[in-house]
Nanobody
Framework: QVQLVESGGGLVQAGGSLRLSCVASGITFSRKAIGWYRQAPGKQRELVAAINSDGSTNVVDSVKGRFTISRDNVKNTVYLQMNSLKPEDTAVYYC???????????WGQGTQVTVSS
């Protein structure tokens, strides 16, 4: 049974930092690409950053230079380090894994990030 469990969200002032964690179980973690998504109130869920099994990463332009994604294959954990946070970063953050054909896709329960101005 695949499980993704996020943690690390909270309330922070603009300019502050948070580190989100996503612990995975039930998958061969080191072979999977993992993504971080976010969903703000009234908006669609959007991809923020992703890390491949080889450690290569991609982040969207809106967070480039502020957010960093990394992984620890020993701990089956993916991190999202968020610096210089802005009020527009306020959202529920989810981690995601998708693999196989037809694709199987799994989401965590999400962690709330609130950035006050």
């Amino acid at each position: 049974q695949v499980q993704l469990v996020e943690s690390g969200g909270g309330l922070v002032q603009a300019g502050g930092s948070l580190r989100l964690s996503c612990v995975a179980s039930g998958i061969t973690f080191s072979r999977k690409a993992i993504g971080w998504y976010r969903q703000a109130p009234g908006k669609q869920r959007e991809l923020v950053a992703a890390i491949n099994s080889d450690g290569s990463t991609n982040v969207v332009d809106s967070v480039k230079g502020r957010f960093t994604i990394s992984r620890d294959n020993v701990k089956n954990t993916v991190y999202l380090q968020m610096n210089s946070l802005k009020p527009e970063d306020t959202a529920v953050y989810y981690c995601n894994v998708r693999y196989g054909w037809p694709a199987s896709e799994f989401w965590g329960q999400g962690t709330q990030v609130t950035v006050s101005s």
